[in-house]
């Protein structure tokens, strides 16, 4: 498979590491490495190690006692340790109705809707990715506007210059 090497590579990856980890299918570094591998993802170990760290993936028994990677979540549902959202993922958003079209770079779709799924914005009932599009649905049947609004906030406002993550909270650094 090929090399995915555009510049929203580690947000697919990350975002790919996430949905096998809440798969219950990693059960160690070495786990990870091959998989992403399998995926597409050029990973060495230390890579895997650093994506395990940054999105908050913790080694814990499953119910059959077998050790496997989870990720932590808050009571609210939210990711324990917040995703930040990178300034540069959403290019474009277009309100219709109760829905927002957000475009992202190819590869950040899937990482952005994940994002947005984990996080607590109450307006939101749950996106759809694709490779380059996500779809996100309002609750309020006229809010397409309003949340077109809200997400475009956070792709002026970087981390850098805020410091927010998509949860509202204090993104690490």
Same mark, same amino acid.
């Given at each position: 498979m090929a090399k995915v090497l555009?510049?929203?590579?580690?947000?697919?990856?990350?975002?790919?590491?996430?949905a096998l980890i809440k798969a219950g299918v990693v059960h160690s570094q070495s786990d990870l490495v091959k998989l992403l591998k399998k995926a597409g993802f050029e990973v060495t170990q230390a890579t895997a190690s650093r994506d395990l760290e940054e999105?908050?993936?913790?080694? $814990?028994?499953?119910?059959? %006692?077998?050790?496997?990677?989870?990720? %932590?979540t808050t009571s609210d549902g939210a990711i324990s340790k917040s995703i930040p959202?990178?300034?540069?993922?959403?290019l474009s958003v277009e309100p219709s109705g109760n829905l927002a079209v957000v475009?992202?770079?190819?590869? %950040?779709?899937?990482? @952005?809707?994940?994002? @947005?799924?984990?996080?607590?914005? $109450? $307006?939101?009932? %749950?996106t759809i990715a694709g490779d380059d599009t996500v779809l996100v649905v309002s609750k309020k049947s006229n809010g397409g506007a309003e949340l077109a609004k809200e997400l475009l906030s956070f792709s002026r406002t970087s981390n850098k210059s805020t410091g927010r993550s998509l949860s509202g909270r204090k993104a690490r650094k």
């Open positions: 555009n510049s929203t590579s580690v947000s697919a990856r990350r975002a790919k590491a996430i999105v908050g993936a913790v080694r $814990s028994r499953n119910s059959v %006692g077998e050790l496997i990677y989870q990720i %932590g959202l990178p300034s540069d993922l959403i475009r992202t770079p190819p590869g %950040g779709a899937q990482f @952005l809707a994940s994002a @947005l799924d984990n996080s607590g914005i $109450s $307006s939101i009932i %749950g």
